[in-house]
């Protein structure tokens, strides 16, 4: 036996020993409302005027998420001068974002020089708020005639933090409740019918989120949702924030906003090394957002692209533009579905296998801790959907429990392969064999490695 042989036999031998045994139940007849996991949603980072995916349209639509949030920056120079407004250049997006089947969901991020002479984060009210609900007001029209279905308008992004999340102001309570009012203000009186809400949050215990909570209810302002952020390696820390989010707003029972998680995604400044754990994380996150009762969220974000410092320097200051050009010029990044070169990643097949999860959840119980799934039928394919996966870092040999099913049955297989060199989608989304499924009560057994995602079309067996 060769020194090389024997480290594999090794490992071969570790994972044995290392195994566990999970169980999986389905149950056909526990119907548990529908799915929506179109809310699982994704958005796209505040990096350029360029329309960024427009060459993955495609790609996206066929993930068919319910929203695409955009960021609304300086760069798109909605107001160059005082009394003239320009919505040409985020017409594109919005326009990709429509062709794409999302309602947008526009966040703002902008501070034009005329009502922002000096640049600096902490001058974050604007010197004209007539002037300001004055451009909002053309902005929120403008869409309405254009008939741009944008349902969403969310004040501001991670409001606590400033240039460091990526926006040129760093606001305080105070000053971001009198933003919040005015900018609302303007929205609603353009478009009565529209969703309003933040502040989106870098860190959803900043005083911010209180102080406005507190706000629109003493002064019954409106708060249709609420918004904030994070990135964790535990989608465990993803569902606290949930639940934390959840346990203030019970404090404020007059209110009654939709919960939105709009950027989330893995430790981006600490990726783990494992190609598989991303699209593992992105499933197990899904199932604890589901889990806790989480309106939409956003992935954060669609594709990867690289800055221009001169256009972040026209309204960011020195430090700021630099910090932004350094993340997204020269750091390694794992944020896009689809990477600098517009190649996609493993996570966006594993959006690819969420977006096969249409029609009616249906009850699904795991021994396991770390292997969770959806189950689904989908009236409109005719077919039953099982979607299982392994969180950690260790096999799982999972024998799966159907009960219920009305005649037989054969379970097409397909496993995630994020180890494979080809993005072709019958390598990335590799067949396995066929399981057959009799009426009644039936049993398989399946092997998931490591962070490991299998999905089944469960389809009426061919006499």
Not at 190 to 207: F, I, M, Q, T, Y
Not at 298 to 326: E, L, N, W
Not at 349 to 372: C, M, N, Q, T
């Amino acid at each position: 036996m060769t020194r090389r042989a024997l480290p594999l036999l090794l490992v071969a031998f570790e994972l044995v020993a290392q195994t566990r045994s999970a169980s999986v139940r389905i149950s056909i007849d526990q119907k548990l409302g529908p799915l929506q996991i179109d809310r699982i949603a994704l958005g796209q980072g505040g990096l350029s005027e360029d329309p960024i995916w427009q060459e993955r349209a495609v790609e996206i639509r066929e993930l068919h998420p319910k929203i695409i949030r955009l960021f609304v920056q300086e760069y798109f120079d909605v107001m160059p001068a005082k009394g003239r407004f320009n919505f040409a250049s985020l017409d594109k997006s919005v326009d990709l974002i429509r062709a794409s089947g999302a309602i947008p969901l526009l966040s703002i991020d902008f501070k034009p020089k005329v009502l922002f002479p000096v640049v600096d984060q902490d001058i974050v009210e604007p010197n004209d708020y007539g002037e300001w609900e004055n451009l909002i007001f053309a902005m929120v029209d403008h869409y309405k005639q254009r008939g741009s279905a944008i349902k969403y308008w969310e004040v501001a992004n991670e409001p606590d933090i400033g240039e460091d999340g990526g926006c040129p102001y760093r606001f305080k309570p105070d000053s971001y409740t009198r933003y919040y009012q005015h900018t609302v203000a303007a929205v609603l009186r353009a478009d009565p019918e529209a969703r309003v809400g933040g502040p989106a949050l870098a860190n959803w215990k900043s005083p911010i989120l209180p102080a406005l909570l507190e706000f629109c209810a003493s002064a019954k302002a409106p708060l249709h949702f609420v918004s904030w952020h994070t990135y964790t390696n535990s989608p465990k820390s993803v569902r606290g924030t949930i639940d934390g989010v959840k346990a203030l707003l019970a404090k404020f029972p007059s209110l009654k906003p939709e919960t939105i998680l709009n950027e989330w995604n893995m430790s981006l400044r600490n990726p783990p090394e494992d190609v598989r754990f991303q699209p593992a994380f992105i499933l197990e996150t899904a199932w604890q957002m589901k889990d806790g009762g989480l309106d939409y969220s956003c992935y954060y974000h669609i594709r990867d692209y690289h800055v221009d410092p001169g256009r972040f320097g026209q309204f960011m200051s020195r430090k700021g533009t630099a910090a932004m050009a350094r993340w997204w010029n020269r750091m390694p990044q794992y944020d896009g579905l689809f990477d600098y070169q517009n190649t996609m990643r493993p996570s966006y097949f594993a959006f690819k296998l969420l977006s096969r999860l249409g029609g009616e959840r249906l009850g699904l119980e795991s021994s396991d801790a770390s292997v969770h799934g959806f189950a689904t039928y989908d009236p409109e394919y005719g077919t039953y959907n099982l979607l299982l996966w392994n969180f950690s870092d260790t096999p799982a040999e999972v024998s799966v429990a159907i009960n219920g099913l009305p005649g037989p049955y054969t379970a097409q297989r397909h496993l995630l392969d994020a180890t494979a060199i080809s993005n072709d989608e019958n390598v990335r989304l590799r067949p396995l064999k066929s399981l057959p499924l009799t009426e009644g009560a039936s049993d398989g057994r399946i092997s998931l490695s490591p962070y490991g995602i299998e999905y089944w079309s469960i389809e009426q067996a061919r006499r």
